[in-house]
């Protein structure tokens, strides 16, 4: 097993101009498990693609045969991205053509609720004040009083609770044997999260997760001051700029004390076991070739476009194709 990032470093991860915190899940598990158990080439995670330069885009399409891209950011952080576009005055689109965006609010509008209430009457009256004026400012106050506060490990846990409709629409973003990348502003939280999940699936040694979630801290100190100065932007302490020691074994504590287990939560929010099973021939090694595994139809869409407000919660997904927006 590998110990250091160091050993797993590829210098083709560090020809990006504008992405960062990028990395092959499936290379990173077999790396550090001296053995290739997961196809790789097909599971990217990755911080935020608004930076990308046009080299780093013909690098996603040419060369990893990146096909979808799944945004886990919210509504405020993609009007942030868009401002700072326009300020910045690019001359390359924000999503990249070919591509298939498909956008999940993660945490859901449940878990934003449930962050408002964590508010005193007067902050709560302060926020409704401020988000039609200043939406910053508004998110500043909540980051501050409720996520602050909750911890990254708490943060995790209920955002399993009270987003597992978009967790579970998450997943099955998943169900194509195309390459596609997870990622939210950082790729460090969110799609951690995701990412645990998807390894957990796939039963995937606890220590090689671990290892995953915390490959993020392995960066330059540059890297590590602009996570730091995005935290502070919207009023979280720095803290949340590294990974948690304890996320992963937070999680899996708390799937196993309030489901049983990974597969139990994962019944109740309705990615049963065919799903899982698929999940598993996309991305597990069984003697196919892994070129083969890219090409092949495993029978269910991604997003499907007949899904229901009442399944995905009403705005918190949108498909994105060769930038044009479906709201689902």
């Known amino acids: 097993m590998l110990d250091t990032w160091s050993e797993l470093e590829d210098t083709e991860y560090n020809e990006f101009d504008g992405i960062i915190n990028f990395r092959d899940v499936g290379k990173t598990v077999n790396a550090f498990l001296g053995k290739k158990v997961l196809k790789e080439g097909i599971l990217f995670r ?57 956008r999940i609010i993660l945490p859901s509008r449940r878990f934003e609720l449930f962050l408002l209430w964590q508010l005193s009457w007067f902050n709560i009256f302060k926020f409704l004040l401020l988000y039609p ?11 501050t009083h409720a996520l602050g506060p909750l911890g990254l490990p708490s943060l995790s846990l209920n955002t399993l609770s009270h987003s597992s409709p978009s967790i579970s629409l998450c997943l099955s973003s998943c169900l194509s044997g ?21 390894l957990l699936i796939l039963h995937t040694p606890v220590q090689a997760i671990t290892h995953d979630y915390h490959l993020t801290n392995s960066t330059s100190p540059l890297i590590r001051s602009i996570r730091l100065a995005e935290v502070r932007e919207v009023g979280l302490p720095d803290s949340f700029a590294e990974t948690d020691q304890a996320m992963v074994s937070s999680v899996i504590s708390w799937l196993d004390a309030t489901y049983g287990g990974v597969d139990g939560y994962l019944d109740a929010i309705g990615f049963g076991e065919q799903k899982r099973e698929r999940l598993r021939e996309i991305l597990l090694c069984r003697g196919e070739d892994d070129n083969d ?4 139809d495993v029978g269910i869409s991604p997003v499907s476009p007949s899904a229901s407000p009442s399944d995905s919660e009403e705005g918190d997904v949108m498909v994105v194709q060769m930038g044009k927006e479906v709201g689902i």
């Open 293 to 296: 595994a890219k090409e092949k």
């Open 178 to 198: 195309h390459p596609k990348i997870i990622h939210c502003t950082q790729g460090k939280d969110r799609t951690g999260l995701l990412t645990l999940l998807i």
């Open 133 to 143: 004026l200043s939406r910053p400012h508004a998110i500043s106050l909540i980051s």
């Open 46 to 102: 990755s911080a935020k693609l608004d930076d990308a330069s046009y080299k780093d885009r013909i690098r996603l399409t040419e060369v990893y045969g990146i096909k979808s891209v799944i945004d886990l950011r919210s509504k405020t952080e993609h009007l942030n991205a868009q401002e700072k576009h326009a300020f910045l005055q690019k001359n390359l689109p924000l999503k990249i053509p070919g591509i298939t965006y498909t």
